[in-house]
């Protein structure tokens, strides 16, 4: 699975939209970018994932360039229960469903 | 939504006991559960791939004769670490794959946070 590389920390408004950056430029055709975020003391939560087109759901919206390397995760009015650890994980869709974690973005919601 | 359990939440054990965890998918079936560990400040690492009805495939590095892996029902995963060491004291959690889940493929349990004396 293609490596992936995000910022380390960052800090956002409550109510302000966060914009989190995953450079992913080794990724394959028929490599998916997938997110997930851990809020603290927790297990992994599922947000959202693509392969190509944009995509959207009741948590986030996942805006993917048009070469695929590189891609952003929107949180659209972040709250203090957004803070948490975010991971873009990219991989393919095969049988073994493996999931490898990368160090990922401490996001900091602040009042 | 798919609902992933881990049982106990936390443990503290004396050096040289076993420690039985166990992950359950309480609303659906997993042919495939998935285990990790996760030190301070640090992200998850997979141990291994538990397999329902065969051997688990351990990860390179992870001793296969220290982490035991169980699978023996389609709802129930289970990691016993055996001899712990404070070493092992960490975070571990348990995912389990959701075939007919849609968007999301892998649901994760809790974690129970293991801490040896």
């Known amino acids: 699975d293609a490596k992936t590389t995000q910022p380390t920390s960052m800090d956002c408004a409550e109510g302000r939209a966060a914009n989190l950056p995953c450079n992913h430029s080794?990724?394959?055709?028929?490599?998916?970018v997938y997110w997930y975020r851990q809020i603290h003391s927790q297990g992994p939560q599922y947000i959202i994932h693509?392969?190509?087109n944009n995509e959207t759901n009741e948590m986030a919206s996942l805006i993917i360039t048009e070469d695929r390397k590189s891609s952003t995760l929107i949180l659209p009015h972040a709250t203090l229960r957004d803070t948490a650890v975010y991971y873009c994980?990219?991989?393919?869709?095969?049988?073994?469903?493996?999931?490898?974690f990368g160090a990922g973005t401490t996001v900091t919601v602040r009042a | 939504g798919a609902v992933v359990s881990q049982h106990p939440s936390r443990v503290i054990c004396k050096s040289g006991t076993s420690v039985k965890i166990e992950c359950r998918s309480l609303?659906?079936?997993?042919?495939?559960m998935f285990w990790y560990r996760q030190f301070p400040k640090q992200s998850l690492m997979l141990m291994a791939t538990?397999?329902?009805?065969?051997?688990?495939?351990?990860e390179q590095g992870v001793e296969k004769d220290k982490f035991l892996i169980n699978h023996a029902s389609l709802t129930l995963s289970t990691l016993t670490v055996t001899s712990a060491h404070p070493e092992d004291s960490s975070f571990y959690i348990c995912?389990?794959?959701?075939?007919?889940?849609?968007?999301?493929?892998?649901?994760f349990g809790p974690g129970t946070r293991l801490t040896v004396l």
């Open positions: 080794t990724i394959s055709g028929n490599e998916y």
């Open positions: 995912s389990a794959h959701h075939p007919g889940s849609g968007d999301n493929e892998q649901f």
């Open positions: 609303d659906f079936q997993a042919t495939t």
């Open positions: 538990s397999n329902e009805g065969s051997k688990a495939t351990y």
């Open positions: 994980i990219v991989r393919v869709a095969s049988n073994d469903y493996k999931l490898s």
């Open positions: 693509g392969l190509k």
